[in-house]
Structure formats: structure tokens, C-alpha cells
């Protein structure tokens, strides 16, 4: 396996037992030592929100002032999202240490979790740093109750100068403190850091999230065509199944020709268009729930389900209506053997979901709730239900007539990986991608921009992942296409392209940057995802002030052809 990046070995030499620390009391030598804080993937946006908790004076970690349990208090430093933190204590000298302590706040309501793990280093040189060893949490982040955690590596006895953690930011995390505590100078009984280096790139991707830019070299974006996405390059979303909105959440043969052909102003289909379509429940279902709620007042059941599926593959609508509109546009285009790629979406069973309801009729209803059930029966029921939907689904493609279709994966919906809901949503994830797997079919994501997970997709089986950069969704600048597509080229990511619903001068700019963005960053090549509103694209078709941006652009975009225009 080739190597690349440093993973660095503790080898520890003993040396006579002339002195042993346990004799000695020991204190804090973190207190009031300067410290340095690195953001693994900084944004300015992010970094300006989290301000509202700043470091004054960059000695809050070590002040010894330590917080209540109430977020408000100006002891905690606030890290919100952009990938993880390294935070490295200068203590001056080498000294004997012997325990590592970060103290962070756990405050559900508000979003604030505390880490699901560290990661403790020690260093002479502040150059060369030997791993000590890892802590996870024991509160988690998906704890309901408000409290303080204390994360201490124990059992060291060790001559360093530098002392470095590094934990993950999944969405907000809040800490107060950070204590080494030691004896000051160096114990004869203490161990010496000798350093290997060891340059093994797969360990460290493992841990990509926290470790940033710097710890390995870019893998690229994923290329569109590639085997990983099962051939699919530009992958254009259809959200459909919306009850308060019949005509937008129905899809008709028609309303998909202009997404798998190009159509003149004369509406002909001149040229094929998108190679792949994403199928996205929106969510709301009759009944009042919704596919995607956790809120157990709002978490869907077995009859929402039941009703998605149906929605799917209605007759002449849908995946119907898609099948012949290929045919349709095959038939003009004079190509009767092209085929559309099709992904369809699996939705979370919730987590705090207690009655969902039976599979089949006359079963047990089925429980996701691990409080009530505990962990492992929570997971192998959300499991039986989603290995019931991938069923379902599959055989409503098969029977539905779809000869100009082909089905080439399932879609994640959740955007970001829910440790705040469920203390296994990892392990679950992983086992709803072997599920997909042994139907021979690819797994497909689009997490938001710094989502939980998203710096570390790989990890949970996903085939693809398209990253989104919320840049028309918020009030960031420019810069967050480019560090969107930063991100994206060192994590082997695909980028999507988002058009927002208004269509004021503010957001025609800003979709006319994202196209941009794939010529100035080279984001065009990869695997593209395009999130649109209800049929925004086909409707663009019959709209003057509208086709251009939103159509002939796009479709230039897509052949690979589209060069960078000027802002109205």
C-alpha cells in the first residue's frame, strides 16, 4: 500500500525507578501556559457566528475558570463545525506528565454535544508528536440531559513540552478548560518520547475530519463517469410527493423531457441532457408526518411509507412517466437504446420513533427507540424496515415498465450523520450500505456543508458523496464555493450545484457563481448534483427571463461546455 502521510508511534524507554510521580502531588501545568487553537477546515461565516463565545485573550482554556452547566456562561469556548480543532499547550519546559483533561458542556436543546472522542499527543519540539491515545465519550452526544464531561487520559508518565488534543466538531462544541497535570521538571522515573514515523495514509483518513489539509495530499474530485458512481455524471434532483401541492409534487412524462433531452426554444428535443435522476421524496406525507422528522410528534410510520412507495410508481406519474419520456425522447432523437440512471431515496427510520407499525399484517410493530428498546434491538428494527423499503422499492421498479431505465442506487436522505439521535447511528449507517450493497447497487450522499460525517464519508460505506455549499442558502461570500470545492477535491467528493426558490438578483448572481465555480475550480469534471425547486429547470423552458440562466447555461454546463459569464 503506497504511504503518504505521518502517523506518528510512541516508543517508550524506561528509565530507573529513582523516583515515581505518584509519590509527588500533582499539579496543573496547563494553568495560565499559552496555548494555539487550529481549525481543521476554517470558514469565515462559521468562524465569525462562533465569535459569540469568543477567547478573550486567548487564555480562557487555561485559566483555570472553569463553566456551569448553563451555555450562557462566559467560561465556555464556543468550536462550531469546520471539521475539528487541534488545540496545542506550550508549557514552557519539559516537565513529567501524567494526566490530560478537557472539560466540555453537553446541552441538547441548543445543539451544543460534546466530542465523541479525543485524541492526546505529546511533543519536545512542538514538531514531532507521539500519540498517547484516545478517549470517547461516556455522555454522548445524543444525550438528552444537560451536563458537564471530563475527558482524562490517564496512566502517563512522560517528559514533554507541548501537549496537543484533537477532537471533532460535529456541530457545536463547547469547552472550558484544558489541564495537564504533572510534576514540574523531569522525574528520573519518567519516560522519554522517541519518535518513529510511520507515513500510512489509510489510518490517517480514518481520522480526516480533525486532521485537516495538511495531513495528507489531495485524492481529487470524484470524477464523474467513475465506477464509485456507477457511471452516473451530472445528477439533476426531482422532488416529488408533495400533498399541499399536487401540481408541483406530480410529475408527468412532459414535465421530464426537458431534463433527459435538451429542448429548443421551438420545445424539441435536440440533445440528451441529465444521465442520471435522483428520485427525493419531499417529505410531508398525508397524514401529517414527515419522511424525514425526528420529532417523535411528526416521525413517519409504516402507512407513510406505505403511501411513499405508492407515490413512486404511479401509474403514468413518476418513475412511469419518466420511463416514457426517454422513450418518448429516444423516439425524436432517433436513439432507442439510451438509457436514464435512476437513484431512489431511502428515508431514516427515526430514531425516536416508538410505534412505527407492523410490516405485514397481524406482525408487532416495530420500535426504534433505543431508550425504550436499548441500542441493539433499536438497531436491527430500524435495519428490518429499511431492508423492507430497499424490497419495496426495487420490486415497484421492476414491475413499474421500465425498459429505458436503470436503476443504479439508493440515495441517503439524512443529510449528516445523527450521533445527536442515536448513540449507533454510525454502525447503522454502515449496515444500511451493506444492505444496499448486496443488491448490487451504489450508495449515494449529499451532506450540507460542514455536515456530521462529511469530512469522513468514507467511513460509512457511502460509494459517493456530492457535497453542498449552502452558498445561496446563506449570507456567505464567494469564498465558500472555493472552500467548498476545496474541500470536495481533498476528500474525493462530487459538489452540488443549488437553485434557490426566489429568483431575485441576489440569487440569479449566485447561481450564475456556482457555475461559475465549476470552471474556476474545476468542479465541472466531477460528479455534480443539482438541487432545484419543484421542476424549476423544465419550467425555465417557457420562461424569457429565465431560459438562459437556468437552462441553456445549465445544459452548457453539463456537456462541458459552459464558460464563465458576467453577474446582471
Not at 416521525?299 to 418513475?319: G, H, N, R, S
Not at 425524436?332 to 410505534?355: A, C, E, G, R, T
Request: charged letters at 25%; aromatic letters at 14%.
Amino acid at each position: 500500500m503506497k504511504k503518504f502521510v505521518l502517523l506518528l508511534i510512541v516508543t517508550i524507554v524506561f528509565m530507573p525507578q529513582l523516583g515515581k510521580a505518584s509519590d509527588l502531588p500533582l499539579k496543573n501545568l496547563a494553568l495560565d501556559k499559552p496555548y494555539k487553537v487550529i481549525t481543521a477546515w476554517p470558514d469565515d461565516y462559521l468562524r465569525q457566528l462562533e465569535e459569540t463565545y469568543e477567547d478573550t485573550g486567548s487564555k480562557e482554556l487555561t485559566d483555570g475558570d472553569f463553566g456551569s452547566t448553563n451555555y450562557t456562561d462566559s467560561a465556555w469556548r464556543s468550536f462550531l463545525r469546520q471539521g475539528g480543532r487541534t488545540i496545542i499547550v506550550d508549557l514552557g519546559e519539559v516537565k513529567t506528565i501524567n494526566e490530560i483533561t478537557g472539560h466540555f458542556l453537553q446541552f441538547w436543546d441548543v445543539g451544543i454535544f460534546v466530542p465523541r472522542f479525543i485524541d492526546y499527543y505529546l511533543s519536545l519540539d512542538n514538531e514531532s508528536f507521539a500519540y498517547m491515545g484516545q478517549v470517547e465519550t461516556s455522555v454522548g452526544p445524543w444525550n438528552l440531559n444537560n451536563q458537564k464531561e471530563q475527558f482524562t487520559l490517564k496512566g502517563l508518565n512522560h517528559q514533554a513540552r507541548y501537549v496537543k488534543i484533537q477532537f471533532p466538531a460535529d456541530v457545536n462544541v463547547f469547552m472550558d478548560e484544558l489541564e495537564v497535570f504533572g510534576i514540574d521538571g523531569v522525574l528520573p522515573a519518567s519516560h522519554k518520547l522517541q519518535i518513529t514515523e510511520e507515513r500510512d495514509q489509510e489510518k490517517l483518513w480514518e481520522k480526516s475530519a480533525i486532521l485537516g489539509p495538511e495531513a495528507f495530499p489531495a485524492r481529487g474530485y470524484m470524477p464523474k463517469g467513475s465506477a464509485e458512481a456507477a457511471g452516473a455524471e451530472h445528477i439533476v434532483i426531482s422532488c416529488y410527493a408533495f400533498p399541499s401541492s399536487p401540481e408541483d409534487g406530480t410529475w408527468s412524462c412532459f414535465d421530464y423531457v426537458p431534463y433527459v433531452s435538451y429542448i429548443s426554444e421551438e420545445s424539441m428535443p435536440t440533445d440528451w441532457f441529465f444521465d442520471t435522476i435522483l428520485m427525493s421524496p419531499q417529505g410531508d406525507t398525508p397524514s401529517g408526518n414527515k419522511l424525514y422528522a425526528t420529532d417523535p410528534s411528526h416521525a413517519a410510520t409504516i402507512d407513510d411509507w406505505i403511501w411513499y412507495v405508492e407515490e413512486t410508481f404511479l401509474p403514468k406519474k413518476q418513475i412511469p412517466a419518466l420511463n416514457k419520456a426517454v422513450e418518448i425522447c429516444g423516439n425524436l432523437l432517433q436513439d432507442h437504446d439510451h438509457k436514464v440512471k435512476v437513484i431512489l431515496s431511502l428515508v431514516n427510520p427515526s430514531p425516536f420513533q416508538s410505534d412505527f407499525g407492523a410490516l405485514e399484517k397481524g406482525g408487532e410493530s416495530l420500535n426504534f427507540n433505543y431508550q425504550s428498546v436499548g441500542n441493539e434491538q433499536a438497531l436491527e428494527n430500524r435495519l428490518t424496515a429499511v431492508k423492507w423499503l430497499i424490497d419495496q422499492l426495487i420490486d415497484g421498479f421492476e414491475k413499474a415498465g421500465t425498459e429505458n431505465l436503470e436503476l443504479i442506487g439508493f440515495y441517503w436522505h439524512p443529510e449528516s450523520i445523527g450521533y445527536c439521535q442515536s448513540p449507533n447511528d454510525d454502525e447503522f449507517v454502515r449496515k444500511v450500505s451493506e444492505l444496499v450493497h448486496e443488491k448490487d447497487l451504489k450508495f449515494f450522499w449529499i451532506p450540507f456543508y460542514g455536515a456530521i460525517g462529511s469530512y469522513d464519508w468514507h467511513n460509512f460505506g457511502f460509494d459517493v458523496a456530492i457535497l453542498q455549499s449552502n452558498y445561496i442558502f446563506s449570507d456567505t461570500g464567494e469564498e465558500r464555493l472555493r472552500e467548498t470545492a476545496r474541500i470536495a477535491n481533498y476528500f474525493g467528493m462530487g459538489i452540488e450545484m443549488e437553485k434557490h426558490w426566489f429568483d431575485t438578483s441576489v440569487e440569479r448572481n449566485k447561481w450564475r457563481d456556482s457555475l461559475n465555480g465549476g470552471v474556476k475550480y474545476g468542479y465541472m469534471n466531477a460528479v455534480v448534483g443539482y438541487y432545484q425547486n419543484f421542476k424549476d429547470f423544465s419550467r425555465a423552458t417557457t420562461d424569457y427571463n429565465k431560459r438562459s440562466l437556468y437552462y441553456d447555461y445549465v445544459y452548457q454546463f453539463v456537456k462541458g461546455e459552459y464558460r464563465i459569464t458576467d453577474q446582471d
